[in-house]
């Protein structure tokens, strides 16, 4: 539609007063359900950037499983995926953000923030893995792409949304992702500050005409760069201060004409290509004491080229947490005028404050708006003054981000289980992501079988397993623990968010209804004993015990009358040589990073109130993550955190004292530990840098190199087909050669 026909409702929308409007407080997304625990993922899965050398590293040939095509449904419409969530909850993988060529509209780039860069060049028929997996760490927040040489990028990595994964900065290719050059430059005077630093990077964007000049959007600032190709030209400016997150460019056909903005928690642009800057007066926030970080978030569409869309969120801190109001505006770009065209919380979902880039405006329409977060997707054809629910053939749960093709009416979107396409203008959305492998797993288990058997909790798409060489989706909601049984394969368990179990006895469906309410946090902890395989147990405020798979629950232990400064127990370990044994990891009531360690050695005691159990010191505060209990004396174990020092991370339990074994796991941030049966009592590590292995009787570890710069939460061990399987979060599920087979 040409501007000069724009609709009467835009006319009097003009007219309208910019005044706030009163909102009732909101809360953000709904999982993770407490703070801390929301604190607790984003500290687990943030990577720092390796300030210690490792000392010692071998090659090792790794396999990925998958998955890297969307798991099949098992059982729509059934008790662990019932109807209602059939089509809502399956997925490849968290894509955060999505790049479309601007000619060449096959060709695309999708981003997700812990698991790197995909790009497709046959409209997502087939994505192909970016390069990224090289890169010291692998998640990716945006990428530009060179216009008239489509194998050039320059890639931000890292979570500029949730920060679930810190940035190193940016890195070009000129080779479609072959190799990569750290492009932050060398001067500290004049690079950007994420060599050696935390911070996050949630966009770049290069110029329309020239490659060379590029913008990025930072938690440290808005920065640009006039010329990016030479090594000692690499100049980085300071445009402006302050927390940016979006950027978008006008192309006026000549770079010294385009308007370039950027939003933020400020509003700044430039009227002649980044020459000058000038920063906008952003309209008042309601209850900013509260709620003091704001979002600023840009669309532009051609068809009207004096205004931009602004969407404006605000919440408690920059990354997830409790949301404010969320407004919608038009910015004049001649009168630097606000108008609001309304509140993004009334009849609608908010637009939650890390998912601000989740709405798009048609380039040839700009009635047609597109706005979401969870469920449902919102459209407005009336330039967003009223929206309608698209409820039908709607895509996967929690959107991203929303980009219109030039034709304005393909749309694309990216969630937390990879990328959905619509060509009727956003009514319906069908998946378009065969090839992408950015599964956010947390619990792997495998059978004792030769056949590949695995089975996952992911990141919001639920229960997944690869069986007979196919993945299948088995449970929804957000996936953590699983459990395959090692004598019977057909036998497996998947865990939902607080405490929900679902079972399988046949390996053709699941079922719910085995839930042991033992008042479990967000994140779902259990296991099977290891030699009494018809036992289970789940962590909790009350940790629980069944005798039957699952049928029927008894407590074996209530944490707050065992201490009443514990309230619960977050994980526990078991031992394959120490049937008898429990170690249970338990957060106190106040910090929640102060653990105590309970421990019993009569764990198969038939009645649950006689069995005993004694409180351990810990050597560290912090996040406790893994216990392996020494296989020759239960007495005796390792403890791991999640700290990224040099030291003070691993240490060993004689039965008496603490003695620090971190060694050389330099700056590893490490999620997993698990002990191969045998004489060599091998352990491996699972880091941010890959897997590290020794033996009792070796002094250093070695990183077994070769994996994706990834964060792993989860070891297991297929014994049978002599395999360690790895469960990342970001790039699925890996398997390589045990070591002293």
Not at 358 to 379: E, H, I, K, Y
Not at 435 to 451: C, D, L, M, P
């Amino acid at each position: 539609m040409k501007p000069n026909n724009f609709p009467l409702s835009f006319l009097l929308l003009f007219a309208l007063s910019t005044s706030c409007i009163a909102q009732k407080d909101t809360i953000g997304p709904t999982a993770p359900s407490t703070a801390w625990e929301k604190e607790l993922l984003r500290a687990h899965s943030a990577l720092h950037n390796p300030k210690v050398p490792v000392l010692k590293s071998q090659s090792h040939k790794w396999e990925c499983l998958g998955p890297n095509i969307q798991p099949e449904e098992l059982n729509p419409g059934g008790k662990a995926i019932p109807a209602y969530s059939a089509g809502r909850g399956n997925g490849t993988g968290r894509i955060n953000y999505i790049y479309i060529h601007p000619t060449k509209q096959n060709r695309l780039w999708a981003c997700s923030p812990t698991g790197g860069v995909w790009y497709t060049k046959n409209g997502g028929e087939k994505w192909l893995e970016g390069g990224t997996d090289k890169l010291p760490i692998s998640g990716a927040s945006s990428v530009a792409v060179n216009p008239k040489n489509p194998k050039q990028w320059v890639v931000s990595i890292g979570d500029g949304d949730d920060q679930f994964m810190n940035s190193n900065g940016l890195w070009r290719t000129t080779n479609s992702g072959r190799t990569y050059t750290c492009i932050n430059g060398d001067n500290p005077s004049t690079a950007l500050p994420f060599n050696d630093d935390y911070g996050y990077i949630s966009e770049v964007v290069c110029s329309p005409a020239n490659f060379n000049l590029l913008f990025t959007a930072t938690s440290k600032g808005f920065w640009m760069c006039s010329d990016a190709r030479k090594r000692e030209e690499k100049k980085w400016k300071r445009v402006a201060e302050g927390n940016f997150y979006d950027i978008e460019i006008i192309d006026r056909k000549d770079p010294d004409l385009d308007i370039v903005i950027a939003g933020g928690e400020k509003l700044v642009i430039s009227y002649d290509g980044g020459n000058t800057w000038e920063e906008m007066t952003v309209p008042a926030v309601e209850n900013a004491e509260q709620f003091k970080f704001k979002r600023l978030s840009i669309e532009y569409s051609p068809a009207l080229p004096a205004f931009i869309y602004v969407g404006v969120t605000n919440a408690e801190r920059w990354e997830s947490s409790p949301i404010g109001e969320a407004k919608l505006y038009l910015f004049d770009l001649k009168t630097k005028e606000w108008k609001l065209i309304r509140s993004l919380r009334d009849d609608m979902s908010n637009l939650i404050h890390t998912r601000a880039r989740a709405f798009g405006v048609s380039p040839t329409d700009p009635n047609l708006v597109m706005c979401g977060n969870v469920q449902p997707l919102f459209r407005s054809t009336d330039g967003g003054l009223t929206f309608s629910k698209i409820e039908k053939n709607q895509m996967h749960d929690d959107c991203h981000h929303i980009a219109f093709g030039n034709d304005g009416k393909t749309v694309w979107a990216t969630h937390d289980g990879g990328v959905s396409v619509s060509y009727d203008a956003g009514l319906t959305f069908k998946a378009q992501d065969t090839g992408i492998g950015a599964a956010n797993v947390f619990g792997v288990s495998t059978a004792q079988t030769k056949e590949e058997q695995v089975a996952y909790g992911g990141y919001d798409v639920g229960g997944n397993m690869l069986r007979h060489g196919k993945w299948w989706h088995v449970s929804w909601g957000d996936g953590f623990e699983t459990i395959t049984h090692p004598t019977n394969a057909n036998i497996m368990f998947t865990t939902m968010q607080n405490g929900q179990l679902q079972g399988s006895s046949t390996g053709e469906d699941f079922e719910q209804g085995k839930n042991p309410n033992a008042k479990t946090e967000w994140h779902t902890w259990i296991r099977m004993h290891p030699t009494v395989h018809n036992t289970i147990y789940c962590a909790g405020a009350q940790l629980k015990r069944s005798n039957d798979l699952g049928a029927k629950w008894e407590t074996i232990l209530d944490v707050r009358k065992q201490n009443p400064d514990l309230y619960n127990a977050y994980k526990f370990f078991l031992s394959d040589e120490n049937p008898n044994v429990m170690y249970a990891y338990c957060l106190d009531e106040k910090t929640k990073v102060n653990p105590k360690i309970l421990r019993t050695f009569n764990l198969l005691e038939s009645d649950p109130t006689q069995i005993v159990w004694e409180e351990l010191t810990v050597p560290e505060s912090g996040w406790l993550v893994s216990i392996v209990i020494d296989a020759t004396d239960a007495n005796q174990f390792h403890v791991l955190y999640a700290n990224s020092e040099a030291a003070r991370k691993l240490w060993f339990y004689n039965g008496k004292d603490y003695a620090d074994v971190s060694t050389n796991l330099g700056s590893s941030k490490c999620g997993s530990m698990v002990l191969q049966r045998g004489d060599s009592q091998r352990i491996y590590i699972g880091s941010n840098q890959g897997v590290f292995t020794k033996t009792k009787d070796e002094t250093e570890w070695t990183l077994l190199k070769g994996l994706p710069g990834t964060y792993i939460k989860s070891l297991d061990i297929n014994y049978t087909a002599g395999k360690l399987i790895v469960g990342t979060f970001g790039r699925g599920i890996w398997q390589g050669n045990l070591l002293d087979q």
